[in-house]
């Protein structure tokens, strides 16, 4: 059973960065996690879940239209650490971060399109982290 835990989140000004960490257990290697897809999700108080970034196990990447430019999300598969770097942040990126996985296999299985950015199509959740920005 795969686990996720996320990290990092606080209380930033506008303009300012965090960086968020999401450890991944529950994988039988490190080979295993680098197998899977994972990504990044926010929801706001009020609003629905939406994906931020993905990325595949082959490493490409599709950022939401709102953080392009300003996040980067990134990989250390012999930690089984994802990570996503926030700059320049906004008071319209505040809400509670999540860190999503889902197995390559699983996908193909379900037919899912390559870089979803679509909740739905992600297995496994983190409990998420905190983000807010202030003007």
């Known amino acids: 059973q795969v686990q996720l835990v996320e990290s990092g989140g606080g209380s930033v000004q506008a303009g300012g960065s965090l960086r968020l960490s999401c450890v991944a257990s529950?994988?039988?290697?490190?080979?295993?996690?680098?197998?899977?897809?994972m990504g990044w999700f926010r929801q706001a108080p009020g609003k629905e879940r939406e994906g931020v970034v993905v990325i595949e196990s082959d490493g490409s990447i599709r950022y939401a239209d709102s953080v392009k430019g300003r996040f980067t999300i990134s990989k250390d598969n012999a930690k089984n650490i994802l990570y996503l770097q926030m700059n320049s942040l906004k008071p319209e990126d505040t809400g509670m971060y999540y860190c999503?996985?889902?197995?390559?296999?699983?996908?193909?299985?379900?037919?899912?399109?390559?870089?979803?950015?679509?909740?739905?199509?992600?297995?496994?959740w983190g409990q998420g982290t905190q983000v807010t920005v202030s003007s």
């Open positions: 999503a996985a889902d197995s390559e296999e699983t996908r193909v299985v379900a037919g899912t399109r390559p870089l979803s950015l679509d909740p739905t199509d992600f297995g496994y």
């Open positions: 529950g994988y039988t290697s490190s080979s295993y996690y680098s197998s899977y897809c």
